[in-house]
């Protein structure tokens, strides 16, 4: 019991941790069913922190415009080591139904130069719990429409 006690006492005492750093360094198409868009999002993950992170499982979701666009989990082990970084490759889902709202917002005749994204994830289990990242930014819609 001393023992526990001693324990929580130690992890109570530990300084936070950062936060984790993530960026969308990929996305593929995979195969979908039915009506919804597949796609492997690849995602450099940086671990700032002077202990690595392991986890059990992976999951995912993406918003634009204040909308949920797509959403994914995955079973993968792994670690991302002490100030080192990782490649984790989560698939999603797209709904039509999602895919339809995103182009009604598109197709309302207001000029975007710019859409708001929000990118939530956590890396489950390991340790000391769940490890969750966000990460927003803009897509430049300028920029897609001139290649």
Same mark, same amino acid.
């Given at each position: 019991?001393?023992?526990?006690?001693?324990?929580?006492? %130690?992890?109570?005492?530990? &300084?936070?941790?950062?936060?984790?750093?993530? /960026?969308?360094?990929?996305?593929?198409?995979?195969? +979908?069913?039915?009506?919804?868009?597949?796609?492997?999002?690849?995602?450099?993950?940086?671990?700032?922190?002077?202990?690595?992170? /392991? $986890?059990?499982?992976?999951?995912?979701?993406?918003?634009?415009?204040? =909308?949920?666009?797509?959403?994914?989990?995955?079973?993968? =082990? +792994?670690?991302?080591?002490?100030?080192?970084?990782?490649?984790?490759?989560? &698939?999603?889902?797209?709904?039509?139904?999602?895919?339809?709202?995103?182009?009604?917002?598109?197709?309302?005749?207001?000029?975007?130069?710019?859409? &708001?994204?929000?990118?939530? +994830?956590?890396?489950?289990?390991?340790? $000391? +719990?769940?490890?969750? $990242?966000? =990460?927003?930014?803009?897509?430049?819609? %300028?920029?897609?429409?001139?290649?």
């Amino acid at each position: 019991m001393l023992l526990a006690v001693a324990m929580l006492a %130690a992890c109570a005492a530990m &300084p936070g941790r950062d936060p984790l750093r993530v /960026e969308v360094v990929g996305i593929e198409p995979a195969e +979908g069913q039915g009506l919804e868009l597949r796609l492997a999002v690849k995602l450099r993950i940086q671990n700032p922190n002077d202990g690595a992170v /392991e $986890f059990d499982g992976t999951a995912l979701e993406l918003d634009v415009n204040g =909308k949920t666009l797509a959403t994914g989990v995955s079973d993968q =082990k +792994g670690s991302v080591p002490r100030y080192g970084e990782s490649i984790l490759v989560i &698939p999603v889902s797209i709904s039509a139904m999602n895919a339809v709202r995103q182009a009604l917002v598109l197709a309302d005749g207001t000029q975007r130069d710019t859409m &708001p994204y929000v990118l939530r +994830g956590k890396l489950a289990g390991g340790a $000391f +719990g769940s490890v969750r $990242f966000t =990460k927003e930014g803009s897509i430049n819609l %300028a920029a897609l429409t001139r290649r």
